[in-house]
Nanobody, 124 residues
Framework: EVQLVESGGGLVQAGGSLRLSCTAS????????IGWFRQAPGKAREVVSC????????EYTDSVKGRFTISRDNAKSMVFLEMNSLKPEDTAVYYC?????????????????WGQGAQVTVSS
């Protein structure tokens, strides 16, 4: 089983940037896709981005395309989410999660290991 810890959240002004990191421990990190999800107060959790186990395939929800970039370093067991041109509506708790497969899933039930979350707050 993979254990995940997020870091890099914080408070930033609109238009600013943040880089989230997801550090994994345990076995077989490089066998599984990793997703980033977010949950804003009063809203359902939504998938933001996902990267396949090899890193060759990435996916983004429409609202972050062109602003966010996902990447991974399997040698270091880490996944990153570079967030640029941040907007107040990006404010949420961000979670990384390990998929059940090497390819991405857009559904929460496709993931079985979750980090504790990192708060991202974008002020206007």
């Amino acid at each position: 089983e993979v254990q995940l810890v997020e870091s890099g959240g914080g408070l930033v002004q609109a238009g600013g940037s943040l880089r989230l990191s997801c550090t994994a421990s345990g076995t077989s990190f490089d066998h599984y896709a990793i997703g980033w999800f977010r949950q804003a107060p009063g809203k359902a959790r939504e998938v933001v981005s996902c990267i396949s186990s090899s890193g060759h395939t990435t996916e983004y929800t429409d609202s972050v395309k062109g602003r966010f970039t996902i990447s991974r370093d399997n040698a270091k067991s880490m996944v990153f989410l570079e967030m640029n041109s941040l907007k107040p509506e990006d404010t949420a708790v961000y979670y990384c999660a390990s998929a059940l497969t090497s390819w991405c899933s857009s559904r929460s039930r496709g993931y079985d290991s979750w980090g504790q979350g990192a708060q991202v707050t974008v002020s206007s």
